[in-house]
């Protein structure tokens, strides 16, 4: 048998490593002490940053002694501000949730995590300093009045930055101070959904989208100009359990605004029913700028689930020199999902370093290379096939003019 003081390390060790995966409950409360939103989980939250020898990783977990910051957090007001929750810990960092609501459903629209590079401890030779930002929309939702449980990890993708939630317990809008018993569970915990077969070809499209400019601007001016036209083609299942497929055209009128950030620029665009957001990535080594990662947000009043949601952080589309735009007048299919797809017609868009807010030097897509070569080779057809007759003619006449002798 082992002496009671050997069982102290072992026994140290075991509460060290439940207080590393402890979830923390975190309540909103209105002026009249009245729980609006509560959520309990563990977060951890990874970072690439760069550095003077290159991109470094950090991981921080969220600490025992992070507490809600009263002074962002609200209930919200009806028809003017929607709840949110605000964590913080450390120095200067906060992790804020914002929900929204339609009849049936609640969720998380935007997730957004502030971080601080001047924090030597997680960020070591860290070639930018200061507070930053990153965002982004969610599929955290839940019925009305139900609390959303998801036992197993979920991670949300902000560019440069991963948030992944464990053992996650969220309600907003409660109706009493206290989670309800009734529960939305995550589709990561339940089994797989039988995939819904997507239409074999799309339908036609009444009209192509028009043509929008858009632009972000940060504290060192644009980092993203771009003119283009947007269209949504998306699969779904009706509330009659048919599959369709539907084409959705981005107005010009849509509102849209973005963020810059050292190695992320996002332009989100959108209305009351629409939330598309786009982020661009770069390769610092190879100086390229790509479309990374799109996300969709829509409530489609006529789908079995009237909340529509997809996203794909792993492409790597619309390329060009970081100092150069990227142009395409061919229409371009981005697929995003089994469910959606972006099309994007008459593009130019420029990320990162845009210089006196124009367009730099133009990077056409192979697209529109291939198109020019169609005539060409047709010309060079052409001019093969009269240059052969005009042999054969020629060849003609001499042998013609070789039969006659002379008197």
Known sequence: MAAPGARRPLLLLLLAGLAHGASALFVVKD??????????????????????????????????????????????????????LTVAFGSGYLLTLNFTKNATLYRVQHMRFTYNLSDTQ??????????????????????????????????????????????????????????????????????SPTPVPPSPLPPLVPTNPTVAKYNVTGENGTCLLASM???????????????????????????????????AVTLR?????????????????????????????????????????????????????IGNSYKCNTEEHIFVSQTFSLNVFSIQVQAFKVESGRFGSVEECVQDGNNMLIPIAVGGALAGLVLIVLIAYLIGRKRSHAGYQTI
């Open 31 to 84: 002026n009249n002490g009245t729980a609006c939103i509560m959520a309990n989980f563990s977060a951890s939250f990874r970072t690439i940053y760069e550095t003077g020898r290159g991109s470094q990783n950090s991981t921080i977990d969220l600490p025992p002694s992070a507490e809600v910051l009263n002074s962002s957090s609200s209930c919200g007001r009806e028809n003017v501000a929607e709840p949110s």
């Open 122 to 191: 997680h960020f070591p030779n860290a070639s930018a300093k200061g507070i930053h930002s990153v965002d982004s929309i969610t599929d955290i939702k839940a019925d009305i009045n139900k609390t959303y449980r998801c036992l197993s990890a979920t991670e949300v993708h902000m560019g440069n930055v991963t948030i992944t939630l464990r053992d996650v317990t969220i309600q907003a809008y409660l109706s009493s101070s206290n989670f309800s018993k009734e529960e939305t569970h995550c589709t990561q915990d339940g089994p």
């Open 229 to 263: 036209a947007l269209q949504l083609n998306i699969t779904y299942l009706k509330k009659d359990n048919t599959t369709v497929t539907r084409v959705f055209n981005i107005s010009p009128n849509d509102t849209f605004n973005g963020t810059c950030d050292i190695s």
């Open 269 to 321: 665009v959108g209305n009351n029913s629409t939330l598309l957001q786009l982020r661009f990535g770069m390769n610092a080594t190879s100086s390229l700028f790509f479309l990374q990662d799109v996300q969709l947000n829509m409530t489609l009043p006529d789908a079995k689930d009237s909340s529509f949601y997809a996203s794909n952080s792993s492409l790597r589309a619309l390329q060009a020199t």
